[in-house]
């Protein structure tokens, strides 16, 4: 069964520190998609970051940077430099290729992340 | 940019009556989602739909919820008889197409319902 394990329930940065959110997952399947969605106070799901399991290349896009270990089974988001419009929930989510057509997303219980002045 | 809209934003209903929750995919997508989150939770899975079918349902989606695409734009999810432990924000998602992992799923901004 899949799942996805985000530890860290609320983290406080002062801004301009870097910050770490964690997720590590679990499926049996060998081919899978990992994603990482941001959801600000005003509550929609704003897409960041897809990536398949069969590349593991870090990916850096500006201030974000994603780190993804399948020895590990993580797949964690770093920002550099954090802003307060950084603050936000970040989601981490799995997508199993053998599900049905439907590419369902399971979502970890989010990261609630506040970047103070 | 094309998006997905949702709905209302807001309904407030009284237990055991039904709603019905809209959404407007965006146009060329094919594959269409609901998902939830209660308040404070995590975002999860109820239902796909493609090709005027379900797809694929959760646990969640029991007798009492319900689908439909009733015009070719338009894609809906009713509650029959509401709960207040159906409260929370529903998310429409859909994506262009399944051509595995090549796709996002692109979310409206979720209508919250809230049961009395």
């Known amino acids: 069964a899949q799942k996805v394990t985000q530890a860290q329930t609320e983290i406080s940065v002062v801004e301009k520190e870097d910050v770490t959110l964690d997720c590590v997952y679990e499926?049996?399947?060998?081919?899978?998609?990992l994603f990482w969605y941001k959801q600000p106070p005003s509550g929609e799901l704003v897409f960041l970051i897809r990536r398949n399991s069969f590349d593991e290349q870090n990916e850096i896009s500006g201030r974000y940077s994603w780190n993804f270990q399948k020895s590990t089974s993580s797949f964690n988001f770093t920002i550099t430099a954090s802003q307060v419009v950084d603050s936000a929930v970040y989601f981490c989510?799995?997508?199993?290729?053998?599900?049905?057509?439907?590419?369902?997303?399971?979502f970890g219980k989010g990261t609630k992340l506040t970047v103070n002045p | 940019e094309p998006e997905v809209t949702q709905t209302p934003s807001h309904q407030v209903t009284q237990m055991g009556q039904e709603v019905i929750l809209r959404c407007v995919p965006i146009s060329n997508h094919l594959y269409f989602y609901w998902y939830r989150q209660i308040l404070g939770q995590k975002v999860e899975f109820l239902v796909s739909f493609y090709n005027n079918e379900i797809s694929e349902k959760s646990e969640i989606f029991d007798d009492q919820f319900s689908v439909e695409r009733p015009d070719g734009s338009n894609f809906t999810l009713k509650i029959r008889s509401t709960k207040l432990e159906d409260s929370a924000m529903y998310f429409c998602a859909s994506s262009e197409v399944i051509d595995r992992g090549e796709y996002e799923q692109y979310f409206g901004p979720g209508t919250r319902l809230t049961v009395t």
């Open positions: 989510a799995l997508s199993e290729a053998s599900t049905p057509v439907s590419e369902k997303l399971v």
């Open positions: 499926t049996r399947d060998t081919t899978y998609y």
